[in-house]
């Protein structure tokens, strides 16, 4: 479509990028991604428009003028065409890739909490395992899981059980320190990794979380809310799914042990 080869190959790439994003089944409930269908469509369209109507205009001038015109008149009406060209092009490129880090961002966090989803969690844990590996500093894990949350459900209905889980959210984020990681890791659980932390200071900030959590009103009289969380600490060369198993394990133990307190692995 366009004579620069550079903004065609431009093109070409972010097309590709965006017809992977589109096809990938990860993406396929994803609610920009019809949006984005639909744009990707439409500059298709567009452009082959344009690559028509700038034909038929080339074709009409060229007949009418091709005796009249100079080569420096030629020249500047080439480059006039071809910067139209580029600004239009450059146009639909920004608006496909801020939809396409759109779709990716929405991809990577819970819709509800807007807190980082599974799959972000799971990016940012092998990460931080990779970087301990290497660096022998070791990492805390943290699975929390809210108590008797679905008698929250049972009895307000889950549109408050929404509210209460975002929340949670909110409680957890404020007690966390700013290089600290948390998400949603499913249902009312979530996962908290604490880089570069040993144990006794991880017991600190798990106990400051379990505070602000108590803290969060439901706006129901006499409606507490607690949670228990498990910690467990990464061991050198320990895939990150047995940090994560022994973290769970200690969950377990918190709530079987009466909940509402911290466990360690």
Sequence with gaps: MSDNPLLAQDANVLNRQIE????????????????????FDIEQVHL??????????????LFSRRRQMTLEEQYDRQLRRLEKLARISDHYQSSLRHLSESLKDASLHDPLTGLGNRRFL?????????????????????????????SINDRFGHDEGDKALCAIARAIESALRE???????????????????????????AHRVLKSIKQVDLHHAGTGVSASLGLAIYSTNERYGETLNRADAALLQAKSSGRDMVMVA
């Excluded at 082959?48 to 001038?61: E, F, H, M, T, V």
């Excluded at 949603?184 to 900030?205: H, K, N």
């Design 122 to 150: 799971m990016d940012r844990l092998m990460q931080e395992t990779d970087r301990a590996s290497r660096h022998s500093t070791p990492y805390v894990l943290g699975i929390l899981d809210v108590d008797h949350f679905k």
């Design 48 to 61: 082959a428009q344009l690559d028509r109507l700038i034909k038929i205009s080339d074709g009409y001038q």
């Design 179 to 205: 290089y600290d990681v948390c998400g949603r890791w499913g249902g009312e659980e979530f996962l908290i990794l604490l880089p570069q932390t040993s144990m006794d200071c991880a017991l600190t900030v």
């Design 20 to 39: 992977q994003l589109l096809a990938d089944p990860a993406h396929q409930s994803n609610p920009l991604r019809l949006p984005l269908a639909k744009l």
